[in-house]
């Protein structure tokens, strides 16, 4: 049924999958974990949801749905959302996790999912994306300068030169805190991925490379010659202050 609740919890789930079964098992499960969790079976039935009001903390979102896909719906959230997003994929294809990390998901799973894994991923992504606001009396955020732009630490927020806020998914930010907080020093894509808390089981993640091409277009006047996040032949990557836009 679309729009069913399992449970009520501290964070909502929604999950998005055009089987009963699997969704069904995924709801169950993170409910018995404390989650609020909502089922729909496909996007449209999302997207009517969300257009009455509804707000969740993480998405699941199987890729191949009929209608409209999990991908072409992730890329819908992250334009009217910073909740997390988490790809479900019955293929295992690298090139969905590719694509899925371009449309801006914070994370992907392969089919078929181990439980005790899903519940970790999903608390990993809320860790990520849910900030409790800073109390009143809060000192001032520690910022650091990204070209014109200015790097939020406190609210994990970039900030043009204008005082718009430029989006950045949870895993961009950590990755360009990560570069920032480190000027001037050659990072590998190991030690990005380390101290950006998203190692992967794989040897060489493209993730690095993916997120650092969508955070140039974001932050380089010229993404083609950057001058914000360089590349180091052989070795990694670079923070230094640019110019930017």
Do not use: C
């Amino acid at each position: 049924m679309d729009g069913t609740v399992v449970a009520t919890g501290r964070h909502r789930v929604v999950i998005v999958d055009d089987e009963p079964d699997v969704r069904e098992t995924f709801g169950d499960y993170l409910a018995m974990h404390d989650f609020d969790v909502m089922l729909f079976d496909g996007a449209a039935a999302l997207r009517r949801w969300l257009d009455d009001g509804g707000s969740f903390d993480v998405a699941l979102l199987d890729i191949s749905m009929p209608g409209e896909d999990g991908l072409s719906l992730a890329r819908h959230l992250r334009e009217r959302t910073k909740a997390g997003v988490v790809m479900v994929s019955a293929h295992g294809d690298p090139i969905d996790r590719v694509v899925g990390l371009e449309m801006g998901a914070d994370d992907y799973l392969a089919k078929p999912v181990e439980l005790r894994e899903l519940v970790a991923r999903v608390k990993a992504v809320l860790r990520r994306t849910h900030v409790p606001p800073a109390p009143v009396d809060a000192p001032p955020p520690t910022t650091i300068a990204v070209g014109p732009m200015t790097l939020d630490l406190d609210a994990r927020r970039l900030i043009d030169a204008a005082g718009g806020e430029v989006p950045l998914t949870a895993m961009e930010f950590d990755l360009l805190r990560v570069l920032a907080e480190r000027p001037n020093r050659v990072l590998s894509r190991e030690q990005l991925l380390d101290l950006s808390h998203k190692r992967s089981d794989e040897p060489f993640d493209r993730s690095i490379d993916i997120r650092i091409a969508r955070i140039r277009r974001k932050i380089e006047h010229d993404p083609g010659r950057p001058q914000i996040i360089k590349t180091v032949r052989g070795a990694g990557y670079v923070f230094s202050r640019g110019e930017g836009r």
